[in-house]
């Protein structure tokens, strides 16, 4: 019987195949005469009218590719039973964070299938934890999430930031924790923004209000600091720091442990830090420069009196541990506490005190306790090949909470005691998933340039090296962010279905320090989609898959790499899912907050890296050939990549695909960039794109 079904879903899967390819037919685009004019070169933009996004225009073109898009995966036979199965994957309890604070614990949890997750509190670690605030009440439909929170010092206010349809835009409330009541202020127009507490009030980051109807497209400039006093209105707010002489930089505030100090971080694009520190024992105090360039990467950890521990990279590609007294701030008088390691610091926390350090080892987490003057007490001991997700601890306990994950198993939590030097696991969730019928193992592979690169490649235990196992590629490699162990509840039901997962750790990224970074940015960008490729060779060779086997995907930068790899080597997969990807690589500099990306991308303003963008950005590649199966997936309300990058892209690779192999767009509506998307709307996406994964490859499901 089980060999009956599997044929009957083989024959199901070809005639499928042959009706969709016979009734293909693209909605129609217009194309509109635009040609710019780059240092002399001559530049077509046919689809420029689809980056207005209220126009009816676009709006007609986004309901009809959607349309296309929904019969084709209507048609595919399994897409409910893997709906099905993600659903029963999804259901098991998380537990995303715990920190304490004032002498109670606080955690966020999901029951499994909550649109978002629910903000508790508890007396002690084992009690009965109460609801502090849950976004599942702020909307029926779940798409009104939770975007940072923050605790006043005595724990009696909760500031909190809401976005709405995974906006970058965030509205801040407070609730008072005594009373269980929201305050009546709202503080609106919030974006890339901390909430730094001082006294009865906090520190803030927002913009003016943009232009009517242009709330996802505009420019972000003129970033200003506030401060915000409860019980007032946001009118009343004062203005703390503004620069207006450089529109385009971004301006965040913190506050030490014990509020004695204002920190004000400056930045022009999403690397370098400058940084100011105020004294606010006086009201007269100045804010005092520390460091004044955007070259390094710096960020305040505590302070002991006018004593502050800095995380940086200055003079240490692969980070240190510096003190520097308000006194004498100069460089000079720097003080090294935790010198640069062969290992990459990921981060530092104050233990009571002692201190924790995360390292990252060959892209796995190590931690270590350290006596207060750097010197190492002890390794944590950790399970092999895990990603620590946090470290939450303070000053004032001798305890910590931190999580690992795997690339089989989701977040474990453990409680760590100084004193001891032991650490407990207090939560180990269980899932519907048999995290031990799989493995997940460590490759290295040679680049085009001969560049050593990591590869984790994740699936069933036994699995036969036979060169035709679907395989599914998942890459990233860009502002100096590491892809560690990851457990992705939505990669189990590929890896059920007999699928190898790999994550290669391409330049672009951090795992191994600045310099892993520098050399996938600007014209070294080639660098990043050439050690991608290389992966994908390497899988090939080694017989776990074929290119007919393979399916390629990628988010926002990684949708980027997506783009140009396919456009560069259109043969290397079968199906390819750039997903709210920067795909635009002339203009995206010109929408909300894509100034602050040219640090690692470059400008087509200058001429130099003009030439080098031109060379790879996905859109002005694409050329009359046959492209792999493609998916691209988008937000309506994505304020972060605009989707009109993907819009263009969608519809110049419809015109230009020569073979039979779908060239389909999905556009989320209410849905952002990916951050606060509510778990069903997750399950619908995943889905899809499952489905189309699936059929695409050829598997019966």
Not at 320 to 334: A, E, G, M, T, V
Not at 616 to 637: C, F, I, R, W
Request: proline letters at 4%; charged letters at 20%; aromatic letters at 12%.
């Amino acid at each position: 019987m089980r060999f009956y079904n599997l044929i009957i879903g083989l024959i199901t899967l070809v005639f499928s195949s042959l009706y969709m390819q016979a009734q293909w037919i693209y909605p129609e685009t217009k194309i509109v005469k635009q040609t710019d004019d780059y240092h002399g070169t001559k530049v077509d933009d046919p689809y420029r009218w689809l980056e207005d996004e209220n126009s009816a225009d676009t709006k007609t073109w986004i309901d009809a590719e959607n349309a296309l898009t929904n019969q084709y995966l209507q048609t595919i036979p399994f897409k409910e039973k893997v709906k099905a199965r993600l659903t029963e994957l999804w259901n098991y309890e998380k537990r995303p964070m715990m920190f304490k604070k004032a002498n109670k614990f606080y955690s966020l949890r999901n029951n499994g299938l909550q649109n978002q997750s629910v903000l508790y509190v508890q007396d002690a670690l084992l009690s009965k934890p109460k609801v502090l605030l849950d976004p599942n009440e702020l909307s029926k439909d779940g798409t009104v999430s939770l975007t940072n929170f923050a605790l006043s010092k005595d724990a009696a206010h909760l500031a909190y930031g809401i976005s709405k349809a995974g906006s970058d835009w965030v509205e801040i409330h407070i609730k008072n924790c005594l009373t269980n009541q929201d305050l009546p202020e709202v503080i609106k127009w919030v974006k890339f923004s901390g909430v730094a507490w001082k006294g009865n009030g906090f520190y803030y980051s927002r913009y003016d209000a943009p232009k009517a109807g242009k709330d996802f497209t505009d420019k972000n400039q003129f970033h200003k600091i506030y401060y915000h006093q409860l019980g007032t209105p946001q009118s009343n707010d004062q203005l703390i720091y503004e620069d207006k002489l450089n529109p385009n930089r971004n301006f965040s505030a913190q506050t030490t442990h014990d509020e004695n100090y204002l920190i004000i971080y400056g930045s022009e694009t999403t690397s370098g830090q400058s940084v100011m520190i105020k004294d606010l024992s006086s009201p007269q105090n100045k804010l005092i420069p520390i460091v004044t360039n955007f070259d390094n990467e710096y960020s305040i950890i505590d302070n002991i009196g006018n004593q502050f521990y800095v995380l940086t990279n200055h003079k240490a590609p692969r980070y240190r541990l510096i003190r520097i007294s308000l006194n004498n701030p100069s460089q000079d008088n720097w003080s090294e506490i935790i010198p640069q390691h062969d290992d990459l610091l990921m981060g530092v926390s104050f233990c009571g005190n002692k201190i924790i350090t995360n390292y990252l080892h060959q892209v796995n987490s190590k931690l270590f306790l350290h006596a207060i003057n750097g010197k190492i007490e002890n390794e944590i001991t950790l399970p092999e090949l895990c990603k620590v997700t946090y470290v939450n601890s303070s000053r004032e306990e001798d305890i910590a909470l931190y999580s690992t994950v795997s690339f089989t198993h989701p977040e474990d939590i453990y409680f760590f005691d100084t004193r001891s030097k032991t650490s407990k696991r207090i939560f180990n969730p269980i899932i519907p998933f048999k995290s031990s019928d799989y493995e997940t193992k460590q490759v290295f592979y040679k680049s085009k340039d001969g560049t050593k690169i990591s590869m984790f490649i994740t699936h069933k235990k036994g699995i036969e090296l036979n060169g035709n196992n679907p395989c599914f590629m998942y890459g990233y490699g860009g502002f100096n962010i590491s892809i560690a162990p990851e457990f992705r509840i939505d990669r189990a039901v590929f890896l059920e279905a007999g699928g190898i997962y790999c994550v290669p750790n391409i330049r672009g990224g951090g795992e191994y320090g600045e310099e892993w970074h520098l050399n996938g940015t600007k014209c070294k960008k080639q660098n990043v989609f050439d050690d991608f490729i290389a992966a994908c060779e390497y899988l090939v060779a080694n017989k776990y898959t074929s290119h007919q086997k393979m399916a390629i995907h990628g988010r926002s930068n990684g949708g980027l790499l997506i783009g140009a790899v396919m456009t560069q080597r259109p043969d290397i997969a079968k199906v390819a899912l750039p997903t709210v990807g920067v795909l635009d690589m002339l203009r995206f500099q010109l929408f909300t907050i894509g100034r602050a990306w040219t640090v690692d991308y470059g400008c087509s303003e200058n001429k130099d890296e003009f030439e080098c963008l031109y060379k790879y950005s996905p859109l002005h590649n694409l050329k009359q050939t046959e492209y792999p199966a493609t998916m691209v997936l988008t937000g309506d309300h994505d304020d972060r990549v605009v989707p009109a990058h993907s819009f263009k892209f969608a519809a110049m690779l419809q015109k230009n695909n020569t073979g039979k192999n779908p060239q389909l767009i999905r556009i989320d509506k209410d849905a952002g960039h990916g951050a606060g998307k509510p778990t069903d709307k997750q399950i619908e996406e995943f889905a899809d794109m499952w489905s189309f994964v699936f059929y695409n490859l050829g598997i019966a499901f």
